[in-house]
């Protein structure tokens, strides 16, 4: 339902990216994956389709061996799945050198999509003449052209890959650099990565807000997870159409989003209020003079946790419990 209201309320901007998104879970899980070079190192992928701003356009868990889409050229198929709804609109997406490759940039093409990414040079397609270019300074750039799709490498720190359908190979522009000694350098940019570097952050930002601003509590059930990450996506989302709407006026001079979740929350609470209810003693309940009324048995219900084993902090699962209270003991 998410996913079809933030494309049905909002109309996307120009530029997109699509890229993964982590969370958070170290609990064991069949689509738990483990990723080193990520912040977030053990958790759920999600896929996601995000604009500069952090607005989550779309998204897919990504289920492993249960998913439809898993196997070879994953990301390809990826990219191919959340830029449907963009066919025909002039979008531009920009992805990794995961997903990149010179067939989805084509099949892009064909479907009114452009495209730009980072790629290895060791993708099919890619031309043999960049593979080991001689870039003598810094800012010195190769580029080849084939129809609207060009491929370039640029010398910065070290050599950058990109293939595009979204630029023209002329007209570069300034970068700045600050090199040893902390003195800054002007070097030219082809205009390929400056569009790659500007457009190419959505998703890290929506992950900047989630960081910022969790939701839930630590849990072993992974579902609950899922649960928190779509509520927080969507306050994210609510928060930035709030402030892109127009005549919006902040109640504070710095309104952050944590004030936004502050007042959601205040909203929602409205007048209600509940007085402390009074615990019950567990030792009045169960004594030895009316013990004989509880009954040990296999319940009807599904097996759930034993009620004893989590006022101790343990987890224990089990089909049996007291028939009389209905509640699982093991």
């Not at 064991?28 to 990723?35: D, I």
């Not at 010195?140 to 084939?146: G, V, Y």
């Not at 003195?183 to 998703?203: C, S, T, W």
């Amino acid at each position: 339902m998410t996913r079809e209201n933030f494309k049905k309320y909002y109309k996307p901007g120009k530029c997109q990216s699509v890229d993964e998104g982590m969370i958070r879970y170290k609990w064991h899980h069949y689509a738990q994956q483990y990723t080193p070079a990520k912040p977030i190192k053990r958790g759920l992928k999600i896929w996601m389709r995000c604009e500069t701003s952090g607005y989550t356009n779309d998204y897919r868990v990504n289920l492993v061996k249960h998913d439809a889409m898993s196997g070879p050229s994953l990301g390809e198929r990826v990219v191919k799945h959340l830029c449907k709804p963009l066919k025909w609109k002039g979008h531009h997406v920009f992805f990794d050198r995961y997903f990149t490759s010179i067939p989805l940039l084509q099949t892009l093409e064909s479907y009114g999509i452009y495209g730009c990414g980072t790629i290895m040079v060791n993708r099919k397609g890619f031309p043999a003449q960049l593979k080991n270019p001689h870039l003598a300074n810094r800012g010195d750039a190769e580029q080849m052209q084939h129809n609207n799709l060009v491929a370039t490498v640029w010398n910065d720190a070290k050599p950058v890959q990109i293939v595009s359908t979204t630029s023209d190979p002329l007209g570069d522009g300034p970068a700045q650099r600050r090199i040893r000694g902390g003195d800054v350098i002007i070097i030219p940019r082809p205009p390929a990565v400056e569009h790659y570097q500007k457009n190419y952050y959505g998703v890290d930002r929506t992950q900047q807000y989630r960081s910022k601003n969790p939701v839930g509590r630590p849990s072993k059930k992974f579902w609950k997870y899922l649960v928190n990450f779509i509520f927080e996506i969507s306050l994210i989302n609510a928060f930035l159409l709030w402030v892109e709407t127009p005549g919006t006026r902040k109640p504070t001079k710095h309104f952050s989003m944590v004030d936004f979740n502050l007042y959601i929350a205040e909203k929602l609470i409205g007048d209600f209020s509940s007085r402390r209810r009074s615990t019950i003693n567990k030792h009045e309940i169960i004594s030895v003079a009316n013990i004989h009324r509880h009954i040990c048995a296999k319940l009807i219900r599904p097996r759930g946790r034993c009620k004893h084993c989590t006022l101790e902090g343990r987890r224990s699962d089990t089909y049996f419990g007291c028939s009389v209270c209905n509640v699982h003991l093991c």
